[in-house]
Nanobody, 117 residues
Framework: QEQPVESGGGLVQPGGSLRLSCEVS????????MSWYRQVPGKQRELIAH???????TYAEPMRGRFNVSRDIFKNALYLQMNNLKPEDTAVYYC???????????WGLGTQVTVSS
């Protein structure tokens, strides 16, 4: 599989919004199970959301309501819209892809999101 490439991270104030993107090259993007995770130094990687090839999302309970995952098969892109961001959302955000449900087979390098005033 091609390695996903994340973008869109940066510094945002508490209460702000940010949209992350993840691009996966190749012609089979629409068949992949895609995921967003995040990781804070010293802690385990934490699931944010999955989305199936049929565009059915599933969110980790703490992320429900503020985070929205979507996919654009024409751009081979996965998105994560994050709203009402809080300082505790500060982390490196990773995109993962897989041919089947569960742990991603391929990971991006991550994009840093910092929520601070």
């Amino acid at each position: 599989q091609e390695q996903p490439v994340e973008s869109g991270g940066g510094l945002v104030q508490p209460g702000g919004s940010l949209r992350l993107s993840c691009e996966v090259s190749g012609s089979t993007f629409e068949r992949f199970f895609m995921s967003w995770y995040r990781q804070v130094p010293g802690k385990q990687r934490e699931l944010i959301a999955h989305i199936t090839p049929g565009n059915i999302p599933t969110y980790a309970e703490p992320m429900r309501g503020r985070f929205n995952v979507s996919r654009d098969i024409f751009k081979n892109a996965l998105y994560l819209q994050m709203n009402n961001l809080k300082p505790e959302d500060t982390a490196v955000y990773y995109c993962g892809s897989s041919r089947w449900p569960g742990e991603p087979e391929s990971w991006g390098l991550g994009t840093q999101v910092t929520v601070s005033s």
